[in-house]
């Protein structure tokens, strides 16, 4: 199976999987993997197809400009801004997924909203989240693209962008452990918003213990977001 190939039945099964756990809005919303090699070539979500009947053969095949050279559809100008941008920003990731998924995207409508250190799956984003703290509107031109990605840009570390008042970018080195991550950021973030709806303060872990505990995850990041997204897969017939 050649490498587009496995992108293409990777990414639909990413966008799929997303739609059943309620990550998408409506037709909205977008992911991408740039495909390794000497050109540069992106495949993106076409819009107006849902993410539920999203098939390999669905998503569109586009070069650096977004000029269309598989498939049949629309790239949404915004997914065009956002992703080609961010992928630039920080070559580090070859999948990047933007959401407007509900737990996380509440803490980027709160004042000073941060995911806070107070459970162990928060800890596993430790050092690798960036803020964008104002709100752009549509990244309908290109200028909002690249002022979201300077953001990924500034900190190379950082594999979770949380937009003001908009939603969430998570990028990584394959669509298996971008997706982990996406999965795993929305579960800390409900654990926080349930937390703090009780009206009692968010019990902090110690620093020494957060910076342990984010070693850890590294340690298996890689090797449990492979075998979690090929079971997510097989369960879901993908």
């Known amino acids: 199976m050649s490498n587009l190939t496995t992108y293409r039945r990777e990414l ?3 966008l799929r999987l997303a739609a059943k756990l309620d990550y998408n809005e409506g037709i909205c919303n977008h992911f991408s993997v740039q495909v390794p090699g000497p050109e540069e070539l992106y495949l993106f979500n076409p819009y107006g197809v849902h993410w539920l009947e ?14 269309l050279l598989e498939g049949e559809g629309e790239l949404e100008a915004t997914a065009r801004n956002i992703h ?9 990731h070859l999948c990047l997924l933007h959401t407007h998924m509900p737990w996380a995207t509440s803490l980027t409508m709160v004042e000073g909203g941060r995911l806070e250190m107070a459970h162990q799956t928060a800890a596993r984003f430790h050092g690798r989240i960036a803020y ?9 031109g290109k200028d909002e693209g690249e002022r979201i990605a300077s953001t990924a840009r500034s900190d190379q570390r950082a594999d979770v962008v949380f937009l003001a008042q908009h939603g969430v970018i998570v990028g990584g080195p394959s669509v298996a452990i971008a997706f982990d991550d996406l999965y795993f950021l929305e579960r ?16 902090i872990i110690p620093q020494q213990m957060v910076e342990s505990t984010a070693r850890e995850w590294m340690n298996v990041l890689d090797h449990q977001a492979t075998l979690h997204f090929q079971a997510l897969m097989r369960v879901n017939g993908l």
Request: charged share 20%; proline share 6%; with cysteine.
């Open 12 to 14: 639909a099964a990413a």
């Open 132 to 140: 964008n703290d104002e709100f752009g509107g549509f990244a309908s």
């Open 188 to 203: 800390a973030c409900r654990q926080q918003v349930l937390a703090m709806s009780t009206g009692r303060p968010l019990k």
């Open 84 to 92: 080609i941008a961010g992928h630039r920003a920080n070559p580090r």
């Open 54 to 67: 999203m098939r390999p053969s669905d998503l569109l095949l586009v070069d650096g400009e977004g000029t």
